[in-house]
C-alpha cells in the first residue's frame, strides 16, 4: 500500500512538474511521510496535484496505522473485517459453540 501510494506521488511529481524521477522520489517520500516537499513548486498543476496527494497521503497513513493496531481483524484475501466473537467466561468457549456445549453437559 505505501509503495504504491509512493508510486502514484512520483508519477504526479514527474509528470506535473517535470521533476527528475529522484527529485520526484524525494518529494513524494516527503510528503508521504508527513514532512512536505523539499522544492517549490512552480506549475498549478503540479500545485492541486500536491494538495491532493497530501490529502491522499494522510489516508493512507490512517489506513496503515489502523491495519497495524488490528491486523487481526482485517482479511488481507477479501479485504472483509473478521467479526470478533464473543467467549463464554464460564465455558471458555465461542458463543457459536456455546450451546452445543451445554447440550453434553
Do not use: Q
Not at 514532512?35 to 517549490?40: A, D, E, I, S, V
Not at 513548486?41 to 491495519?67: D, E, Q
Amino acid at each position: 500500500m505505501v509503495f504504491l501510494a509512493l508510486g502514484i506521488g512520483m508519477l504526479g511529481y514527474h509528470g506535473f512538474e517535470g521533476m527528475s524521477w529522484i527529485d520526484s522520489f524525494a518529494n513524494a517520500a516527503m510528503i508521504l511521510s508527513g514532512m512536505g516537499p523539499l522544492t517549490p513548486l512552480s506549475t498549478t498543476s503540479g500545485k492541486v496535484f500536491a494538495g491532493f496527494y497530501a490529502l491522499f497521503s494522510g489516508l493512507v497513513f490512517i489506513a496503515v496505522a489502523g491495519i497495524l493496531r488490528h491486523p487481526e481483524r482485517i482479511d488481507c484475501c477479501t479485504g472483509s473485517i473478521w467479526k470478533k466473537t464473543r467467549r463464554n467466561p464460564r465455558w471458555g468457549v465461542t458463543s457459536a459453540s456455546s450451546a452445543s456445549s451445554r447440550a453434553l453437559l
